[in-house]
T-cell receptor, first 115, second 109 residues
Framework: GAGVSQSPSNKVTEKGKDVELRCDPISGHTALYWYRQRLGQGLEFLIYFQGNSAPDKSGLPSDRFSAERTGESVSTLTIQRTQQEDSAVYLC?????????????FGAGSRLTVL | DAKTTQPNSMESNEEEPVHLPCNHSTISGTDYIHWYRQLPSQGPEYVIHGLTSNVNNRMASLAIAEDRKSSTLILHRATLRDAAVYYCILRGGAQKLVFGQGTRLTINP
């Protein structure tokens, strides 16, 4: 597609349930990033994928959070046993390569509300 | 931690130029300076980026200090649609990208 696609756009879930958020990067983009943005806050780095290299998971806040990416395609962010503090917009971004010369393209985000 | 420092907020008037500063004193030789902005209820969007020389595009200009330890995003003639949070980040090679809090720009009519 022309842009980064994220789904669902909105998700309301009950505390304790698992959720999966999906990111479809721009075709051919090897670098993919996930961020969390709580209401009124900045972007909080979660995880970074670059091609077939091991992902940088240093931003994942707890072991309830995990993410996968198959090759250079779709990525899924999974949150297990959701808590109310997980409520946020989850943003995905991709770039052609992980190089300073390449720009990031962001998706519109997935808004997660945990009741 | 973010490698850049920006003012939390700035205010300007419509149709006037806006200069948004960013400090990045620990920039390395291979780091590009990127600017993104986030309009209300949207994902961030690319504005401009550069390495050493000043850059212009249809959205804005980027002025980079000679020692590269600071830069300024210039909106030549602000409109109400330019009200957003502006983020300045450094991007080098294969590494995670950490965003700071950005500058919230308010445009007065």
């Amino acid at each position: 597609g022309a842009g980064v696609s994220q789904s669902p756009s909105n998700k309301v879930t009950e505390k304790g349930k698992d959720v999966e958020l999906r990111c479809d990067p721009i075709s051919g983009h090897t670098a993919l990033y996930w961020y969390r943005q709580r209401l009124g806050q900045g972007l909080e780095f979660l995880i970074y994928f670059q091609g077939n290299s091991a992902p940088d998971k240093s931003g994942l806040p707890s072991d309830r959070f995990s993410a996968e990416r198959t090759g250079e395609s779709v990525s899924t962010l999974t949150i297990q046993r959701t808590q109310q503090e997980d409520s946020a917009v989850y943003l995905c971004a991709s770039s052609q390569r992980a190089s300073g010369a390449n720009v990031l393209t962001f998706g519109a985000g997935s808004r997660l509300t945990v009741l | 931690d973010a490698k850049t420092t920006q003012p939390n907020s700035m205010e300007s008037n419509e149709e006037e130029p806006v200069h948004l500063p960013c400090n990045h004193s620990t920039i390395s030789g291979t780091d590009y300076i990127h600017w993104y902005r986030q309009l209300p209820s949207q994902g961030p969007e690319y504005v401009i980026h550069g390495l050493t020389s000043n850059v212009n595009n249809r959205m804005a200009s980027l002025a980079i200090a000679e020692d590269r330890k600071s830069s300024t995003l210039i909106l030549h003639r602000a409109t109400l649609r330019d009200a957003a949070v502006y983020y300045c980040i450094l991007r080098g090679g294969a590494q995670k990208l950490v965003f700071g809090q950005g500058t919230r720009l308010t445009i007065n009519p």
